[in-house]
C-alpha cells in the first residue's frame, strides 16, 4: 500500500539550511506537496512539485525530487525561528492525499 | 476571505454522547475531506466527498459518518465517541481532487 516515511526531528541554528526529507513508495504520484503546520494551527501549503519534474524553487524553499528513489526534499534557506514548525510531505494518489507523519523542525539562536 | 472553517474548535465530550462536528467552505469546491491527526501518524483521511451527495471513505472510517447535503458543508458525525477517536481533527476543500487543498484551523476532540 501507500506509504509516507519523514523523519520525526530536526534541530538547526538559526541562519543554517535546513533539508527535511521524505520517501513514498506509491511511484504513481503525480504530485508530491510539503505543507507546514505552526502550533495550534492548521495545515498550510508551502509549496508543491509535479512527479515530471526534478527540483522547484521558491525564494528560500527547495524541493529535490529524486523519482528512482522515490525521495522528496524540503531545503529551507537561512532558516529562521519563524520557521520552526512540524513539516508533512503528501503524495497525491488518485482522489487523496497520503501524508507522512510529519518532521518537527527546531531553530534555536 | 477564501476559507475553510471548522467549528468548534475544541471540544471536550463523555463517551456515547453523539456529537457534530461542521465544516464550511466558501470557495465553491467540490472536493471536501476529513482527516484526523495523531502524533506518530501524520494525518489520516477519514472520508471525502467528490460533491453533493457522493461520499466515500477514506482510510480510517470507523466510528465516524459524513454528509455533504450541499456543497459548502461536510460535517463530521460522531454517532457514540470513545476515547480511541480523541484527535485533532482537519476539515480540507478543493476545487476537484487533484488541485491543492485547502485546510480549516481543526478540532481538538477530547472524549473522556
Known amino acids: 500500500g501507500e506509504d509516507v516515511e519523514q523523519s520525526l526531528f530536526l534541530s538547526v541554528r538559526e541562519g543554517d539550511s535546513s533539508v527535511i526529507n521524505c520517501t513514498y513508495t506509491?511511484?504513481?504520484?503525480?504530485?508530491l506537496y510539503w505543507y507546514k503546520q505552526e502550533p495550534g494551527a492548521g495545515l498550510q501549503l508551502l509549496t508543491y512539485i509535479f512527479s515530471n519534474m526534478d527540483m522547484k524553487q521558491d525564494q528560500r524553499l527547495t524541493v529535490l525530487l529524486n523519482k528512482k528513489d522515490k525521495h522528496l526534499s524540503l531545503r529551507i534557506a537561512d532558516t529562521q525561528t519563524g520557521d520552526s514548525a512540524i513539516y508533512f510531505c503528501a503524495e497525491k494518489n488518485t482522489d487523496k492525499l497520503i501524508f507522512g507523519t510529519g518532521t518537527r523542525l527546531q531553530v534555536f539562536p | 476571505e477564501a476559507q475553510v472553517t471548522q467549528n468548534p474548535r475544541y471540544l471536550i465530550t463523555v463517551t456515547g454522547k453523539k456529537l457534530t462536528v461542521t465544516c464550511s467552505q466558501n470557495m465553491n469546491h467540490e472536493y471536501m475531506s476529513w482527516y484526523r491527526q495523531d502524533p506518530g501518524l501524520g494525518l489520516r483521511q477519514i472520508y471525502y466527498s467528490m460533491n453533493v451527495e457522493v461520499t466515500d471513505k477514506g482510510d480510517v472510517p470507523e466510528g465516524y459518518k459524513v454528509s455533504r447535503k450541499e456543497k459548502r458543508n461536510f460535517p463530521l458525525i460522531l454517532e457514540s465517541p470513545s476515547p480511541n477517536q480523541t484527535s485533532l481533527y482537519f476539515c480540507?476543500?478543493?476545487?476537484?481532487?487533484?488541485?491543492?487543498?485547502?485546510f480549516g484551523p481543526g478540532t481538538r476532540l477530547t472524549v473522556l
Open positions: 506509491d511511484s504513481s504520484s503525480t504530485y
Open positions: 480540507a476543500s478543493s476545487r476537484n481532487p487533484s488541485d491543492t487543498q485547502y
